[in-house]
């Protein structure tokens, strides 16, 4: 995160493009959240993934829109296997109505494991997240995956909103609405191993 307190008061910082940073030695720039989440296994084209958030304070949620999008989604790319899995935002009222449903095995938060959302993205080979949950997107395409985003109403423009948009004129997300996800990325998407290198190079290989 951009440091409230003046950049030259840090040895390093790893600051996202989002927040704007100046150059400096000091500074690298980053793509989105940091995650554990990292490229690896077989994506099975026929298996897709859903994640949902909630509200939040820059977004209107909607539990009728969000569910009339998920069964767009499932009717304009059926596949095989359709896992859905919520967050802990998520409300008690869309949980309710996810729950039993034969059109995917809804998974949610408080079944499933630590691991699960990071294997299912391993195994996925498209994954959906509404895009309230910005975190879950930058995991997403740290995992491989192709990724599609599902609307959420917002608040107002700002740094997050700017940040999901950026990520659909790259073509690393696909447009809310086409039913399409991401072209993806040319290299595996690792933003914490860069980061990780950076501070290697510059603390352990200088010294």
Not at 22 to 36: E, F, H
Not at 92 to 119: C, I, K, N, T
Not at 180 to 187: I, K, N, T
């Amino acid at each position: 995160m951009k440091p409230s307190l003046p950049l030259s008061w840090f040895d390093l910082c790893l600051i996202p493009e989002h927040d704007a940073p100046p150059r400096a030695a000091n500074v690298l720039v980053t793509s989105g959240v940091l995650n554990t989440v990292q490229a690896g296994g077989r994506h099975d084209a026929d298996t897709g993934l859903i994640v949902l958030g909630g509200p939040s304070r820059h977004f209107h949620w909607n539990d009728d829109d969000m569910l009339q999008q998920v069964e767009q989604l499932l009717e304009a790319r059926p596949r095989s296997r359709w896992l859905l899995g919520t967050s802990p935002r998520t409300p008690a009222s869309l949980a309710r109505r996810l729950a039993g449903r034969s059109e995917f095995e809804y998974v949610p938060f408080a079944a499933s494991g630590s691991d699960w959302l990071a294997q299912c993205m391993a195994e996925a080979g498209e994954v959906w997240v509404s895009e309230d949950s910005v975190s879950m997107l930058y995991e997403a395409l740290s995992s491989g995956a192709r990724v599609g985003v599902l609307k959420v109403g917002r608040s107002a423009a700002n740094r997050v909103t700017a940040a999901v948009d950026t990520l659909v004129e790259r073509g690393w997300l696909g447009r809310p609405g086409d039913w399409q996800p991401g072209a993806g990325l040319e290299r595996p998407f690792n933003e914490a191993g860069r980061c990780a290198a950076w501070v290697r190079q510059r603390w352990l290989s200088a010294h």
